[in-house]
């Protein structure tokens, strides 16, 4: 189990977001090549395709044909899948890695740990973050939290008192009104409307002592509870504390689209890794700080989670490779300096040793940042359950454009949200 002693005792993790748009492949393709997909800045995509060199450079004969996706990722992932042209090794994230795991979409790794896969030097409970129906589907590549990723400039200018710990939701709307007056610009606001962001309605609904899906796979929530949620966001843009609805809706989760990297907002609510990729974006400097809570002395909300995983297509043609470019993209030491913390701290314990003390001073406020919530995370949740993708990407969202572009009432848009689940999930 991930707990808070081992956190301490093995520096502050943090994971990794996503951005960017398709790449080219590394090379043509060839009869021993290996298939490598993944979205992500243009930073991770040297970064992996240097640490795929070096695979190639120790493994004779291998060669990895790199893949990268951006906004399509999901739905080009879904389709090769379906047309039985997965990729022999492709890039899950939490809240869609055991929905793909339980579709049989991915190779169990249980026969090659501690084989092919060291795992001796791994952060202790690490592999239960990629354990799905008691099989390891994935390989946990780094960890991080939830975090409110802030323009300081702005706030400082604005003479305002930055978010904290304590910062309730109603504390925050009335900051983002006041912010979004203070910065006094056409089409920009304090915030991007995070109604639409599955993550953020997680942490809103753990600090009301409610999970997003309970352990059988069904919905944690109520109703009314979603309701509260697009209530909340709906009143903030009626009150011009965050951003339109025409601008929220060119949001595609990815970093380069949200409106804190577009200039259209100060303030971003994301993950505690993405701040580095933000901040490469911004003029101004950012800080970060953990989201709003329901009470000054509830729970956080806060839990720390796998940012991205590596599984092996169960399709794959050389199973054996793949667990082998696995254990050498988690293990090796020269791959990790490579890496550094991109995606986040490495899970390899010998791996942090070498990178952490190099790292900058925007990544190293994560790692301050993630160090500084210990005391108030909670348990990771239970897995999502089959269909928690397409609840999230064909419901979840679009009820919350719809309300935003006042098409449905907060409390429509939550019973609708119920109902799909009821039809959509499969426990």
């Known amino acids: 189990m991930i707990n808070r002693r081992h956190f301490l005792r093995n520096a502050a993790l943090f994971g990794a977001g996503a951005t960017l748009a398709t790449m080219p492949a590394i090379r043509a393709f060839a ?16 970064r992996t395709l240097g640490v795929a060199k070096l695979f190639e450079a120790a493994h004779s004969g291998a060669k990895i044909v790199g893949e990268v996706g951006g906004s399509d990722y999901w739905a080009k992932l879904t389709t090769m899948i379906a047309g039985g042209n997965a990729p022999d090794i492709f890039q899950l994230e939490p809240s869609r890695f055991a929905d793909y795991s339980r579709r049989s979409t991915n190779l169990p790794l249980n026969d090659y740990l501690g084989k092919v896969i ?3 030097k791994l952060v202790p409970g690490v592999l239960d973050l990629g354990t799905v129906d ?6 946990p590549l780094s960890l991080n939290a939830f975090a409110m990723i802030y323009d300081a400039d702005a706030v400082t200018k604005a003479g305002l008192i930055p978010p904290s710990a304590k910062t309730t939701w109603d504390d925050f709307a009335k900051f983002s009104i006041d912010l979004t007056k203070a910065i006094g610009k056409k089409n920009v606001w304090a915030v991007g409307n995070a109604s639409r962001y599955t993550y953020a309605f997680e942490a809103f609904l753990h600090q ?16 009314s509870d979603a309701a509260d949620w697009f209530g909340y966001w709906e009143s903030l843009t009626k009150n011009g504390g965050c951003v339109s609805a025409e601008i929220q ?10 409106p804190l990297a577009t200039g259209n907002a100060a303030i971003a609510i ?32 806060l839990f720390y989670r796998p940012g991205l995983h590596w599984s092996i297509a169960s399709t794959a043609k050389n199973p054996e490779l793949a667990a082998q470019f696995i254990d050498f993209f988690v293990n090796d030491l020269e791959a990790g300096k490579i890496l550094q913390v991109e995606r986040g701290v490495p899970v390899n314990t010998d791996v942090q040793t070498a990178v952490l003390p190099s790292i900058d001073a925007t990544a190293k406020k994560t790692v301050d940042y993630v160090n500084g919530i210990a005391d108030r995370v909670g348990t990771y ?18 009820l919350a454009d719809k309300v935003a572009f006042g098409q449905l009432t907060p409390a429509e848009a939550g019973n609708e949200l119920v109902s799909s689940a009821d039809r959509i999930l499969k426990a």
Do not use: H
């Not at 009301?208 to 109703?223: C, I, M, N």
């Open 381 to 398: 949740p239970p897995a999502v359950p089959l269909g928690a993708g397409e609840l999230d990407e064909r419901v979840f969202r679009p």
């Open 270 to 301: 994301a993950f505690s890794n993405q701040l580095p990729a933000f901040q490469k974006i911004s003029k101004s400097t950012l800080d970060i700080t953990s989201l709003p809570v329901s009470s000054a002395d509830g729970p956080s909300g």
């Open 208 to 223: 009301r002592g409610k999970k997003l899906y309970t352990e059988a796979g069904k919905l944690g929530y109520e109703a």
């Open 134 to 139: 008691g099989k390891v589907t994935g390989m």
């Open 118 to 120: 060291r795992t001796d």
């Open 249 to 258: 809706a060119l949001d595609k989760v990815l970093v380069d689209s949200n």
């Open 31 to 46: 009869e021993d090549s290996m298939r490598l997909y993944w979205w992500g800045t243009p930073s991770r995509a040297e």
